[in-house]
């Protein structure tokens, strides 16, 4: 396998789910969002690669570090970027899906960034318009990128996740990360954990490829890292959760529980956080443990290096044109 991620073709058009994604096109992710990491840190974070190409921000869905990351990721490559969010008028005025995508493809975008409340939103979306889309979160089911940006920041720490025990807690039922994550560690060989409510679990997780706990210090016994996620308020139906204080007290992370897990054990969270439920601001804000502020900031590069891969299929300029643009400095 060649060793430049520029010399490589993506094969797919869209990024929809976990699922597909190869270890080679993991590779090569994550060595370009590396190389986007490394830039992001300096003065100069301008490439040219996306240049000349729009990039529509679909997000039905209110959200504030997702939208500006991809926002971010598409800016910083030199696309044009235009938003549309829960706040905008066609949205509100109830159009149909269908509607929507034949309307937004008339206006000849490259790219397609969509969140939407739905599962399956998003495919209908790439198979709708043909224009290469991304998976910002659809309903329950799938974060594509959020799961990429995980990984990439337990790599950046460790080299890699294989062999590594990484426990996922809380509202999984709900949880499209969660989703997203369990598929991408499990391809990546890491062991599993998850840990929540019976009431907060799906009727098939024995089928994931995960271990099943619901005694939080026993999830955490031996861990190297803990994903802890936000109680999902807005997809919870009545009943499945006592109370917040309860589920606190049994499974919010703070400083004494990560004493049952390795010493060096890291936790993360894909925000927003729920700060004193899930996890504790202690915690939360503790710098040699916490990864959250790292996970966003891998977040704008692990982007990036999706949306050019998913570019290479684009059809205003040829890739080789991009990739002398970008040598050329842009
Ligand atoms: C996650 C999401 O929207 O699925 N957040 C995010 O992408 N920043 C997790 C969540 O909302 O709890």
Redesign the pocket.
Known sequence: MSADPYAYTFPHSDLLSVGGLNPIDLQMIFTRAEEHFARNQGEDKKLGTLKGLTQINLFF?A?T??LASFELAGKRLGADVVNFSAGNASIKKGESLADTALTLAAMKPDLLVVRHGSAGAARFFAQTTGIATVNA?DGAHE?PT?ALLDSFTLIQRWGDVAGRRIAIVGDILH???ARSNIALLNLMHAEVRVCGPATLLPGDIDQWGVSVFHDLDQALEGCDAVMT??I?RERMSNGLLASEREYGALYGLNHQRLEHAKPDCLIMH???MNRNVEISSALADDPDISLILDQVESGVAVRMAILELLAQKAPSMTWQDRVNYREGDA
């Open positions: 869905e959200s570090r997702t979160g974060h959020q949880s499209r990360v996620l936000r999902q894909p925000g927003p």
